[in-house]
């Protein structure tokens, strides 16, 4: 598989992951209309969510992270 498909992957996975705990957890807490439950579970995962990218360098195509939560870019691998 590509860097660049595992990239994309990545961020899918962490957006649901997020997005769905986000909106279990508010649904539990507060009666909210399910459209807007889910507009803010989604606005709210999509700021929390660790952003994955491909990028090209002497060695070969990387995997890197950046995530709010963690100073600079990490390497995956």
Known sequence: MK???KALLF???AFVVLFLFIRLLLGYFL???RIFLAVTSAIAA???AP???AIETEEG???LMKWIF???M???K
């Open 3 to 5: 860097p660049k498909h």
């Open 51 to 53: 952003k994955f990218g």
């Open 70 to 72: 963690i100073k600079g």
């Open 61 to 63: 195509e990387k995997i």
């Open 11 to 13: 961020n899918f996975i």
């Open 31 to 33: 009666p909210l209309n």
């Open 46 to 48: 999509n700021i929390l």
């Open 74 to 76: 990490r390497e995956i």
